[in-house]
Nanobody, 125 residues
């Protein structure tokens, strides 16, 4: 079992930055991948960024490449999502997820076994 707790969300003006954190506890994460998803009102949950915990390889949705950066701190068992140049369309609940992502199925929610409770990010114009 893995517990995931997100933090760092909030209200920011367009063009601003935020850094989200996802602290993991429970099972060791070395065999898993961790990702960030987001869900805006009335829309499906969508993949944002992922990282292979052991190798550190990163993957991004095309919509956030160059704008968001995912990273991990092995000692703290924490994954981060640095977001810059935020736009109003980035407004959503951001979720952290972990699981044995296989076959490159990063964007598939069914690839993930554990989810955090989500943190709200609101970007105002």
């Amino acid at each position: 079992q893995v517990q995931l707790v997100e933090s760092g969300g909030g209200l920011v003006q367009a063009g601003g930055s935020l850094r989200l954190s996802c602290a993991a506890s429970g099972r060791t994460l070395s065999s898993y991948a961790m990702s960030w998803f987001r869900q805006a009102p009335g829309k499906e949950r969508e993949f944002v960024a992922g990282i292979n915990w052991r190798a550190g390889n990163t993957y991004y949705a095309d919509s956030v490449k160059g704008q968001f950066t995912i990273s991990r701190d092995n000692a703290k068992n924490t994954v981060y999502l640095q977001m810059i140049s935020l736009k109003t369309e980035d407004t959503a609940i951001y979720y952290c997820a972990a699981g044995p992502v296989g076959g490159g199925r990063w964007t598939d929610v069914s690839s993930y076994s554990w989810w955090g409770q989500g943190t709200q990010v609101t970007v105002s114009s």
